[in-house]
């Protein structure tokens, strides 16, 4: 069974600075672009970062960009948000999310991922 497992959610201060982990179980994803995606309470889950397969093309959505970074280091693999000058606005549980298939084109559409993390939380408070 395909599972991605979510690690180093917490609870900070307004400023404060978190990283994120993802690693892959059952299955390897080196060669497939990831992503992070966040959803608040109430609200619909929403694209964060993407990283490419090589790691050398990266997205980010505009209110994070800047502040977050996404980073891969396959040889483990693991796939890292790092998170910095965290907002009370950034308050989410972050999933981490890899397509169907190796290589592909670059999405920010939940519908192009199909294995998802169980999510870890993220709470900044101001």
């Known amino acids: 069974q395909v599972q991605l497992v979510e690690s180093g959610g917490g609870s900070v201060q307004a400023g404060g600075s978190l990283r994120l982990s993802c690693v892959g179980l059952?299955?390897?994803?080196?060669?497939?672009?990831m992503a992070w995606f966040r959803q608040a309470p109430g609200k619909e889950r929403e694209f964060v970062a993407l990283i490419d397969y090589s790691g050398k093309n990266t997205d980010y959505q505009d209110s994070v960009r800047g502040r977050f970074t996404i980073s891969r280091e396959d040889r483990l693999p693991t796939v890292y948000l790092q998170m910095s000058d965290l907002k009370p606005e950034d308050t989410a549980v972050y999933f981490c999310?890899?397509?169907?298939?190796?290589?592909?084109?670059?999405?920010?559409?939940?519908?192009?991922?199909?294995?998802w993390g169980q999510g870890t939380q993220v709470t900044v408070s101001s």
């Open positions: 999310a890899a397509p169907d298939y190796a290589y592909g084109t670059l999405s920010t559409a939940t519908a192009a991922y199909t294995h």
């Open positions: 059952g299955r390897t994803f080196v060669n497939y672009n």
